[in-house]
Nanobody, 123 residues
Framework: VQLQASGGGLVQAGGSLRLSCAAP????????MAWFRQAPGKEREFAAA????????NYADSVKGRFSISRDNAKNTVYLQMNSLKPEDTAVYYC?????????????????WGQGTLVTVSS
């Protein structure tokens, strides 16, 4: 199953970016979705997740209030709106799908992963 992430780039601190991740319809419709990120030299960490129905979201404390996850079930796409970006948000961002109605912040809960998209925030 291929998840296709896009939308990364270079942005100044305080700016915004929106990431997108498209999934095959049979995967997307049955999956909770999430975004993880991995900064240079660090382990991958959870950023945000959204339930299959889109009614439940949760966020890492580090992004709460700045990032917003959403999904468009008609387009089989999940989004991550990132506002007030900081240099410490610089990372490769990965989307992930879990074959469950709801999933949490642990990597092992997710069955499918995208290839990653790089976000660089300059100071």
């Amino acid at each position: 199953v291929q998840l296709q992430a896009s939308g990364g780039g270079l942005v100044q601190a305080g700016g915004s970016l929106r990431l997108s991740c498209a999934a095959p319809v049979h995967t997307f419709s049955s999956s909770a979705m999430a975004w993880f990120r991995q900064a240079p030299g660090k382990e991958r960490e959870f950023a945000a997740a959204i339930s299959r129905g889109g009614d439940t979201t949760n966020y890492a404390d580090s992004v709460k209030g700045r990032f917003s996850i959403s999904r468009d079930n008609a387009k089989n796409t999940v989004y991550l709106q990132m506002n007030s970006l900081k240099p410490e948000d610089t990372a490769v961002y990965y989307c992930a799908a879990a074959r469950a109605p709801v999933a949490g912040p642990k990597s092992h809960e997710y069955d499918y992963w995208g290839q990653g998209t790089l976000v660089t925030v300059s100071s």
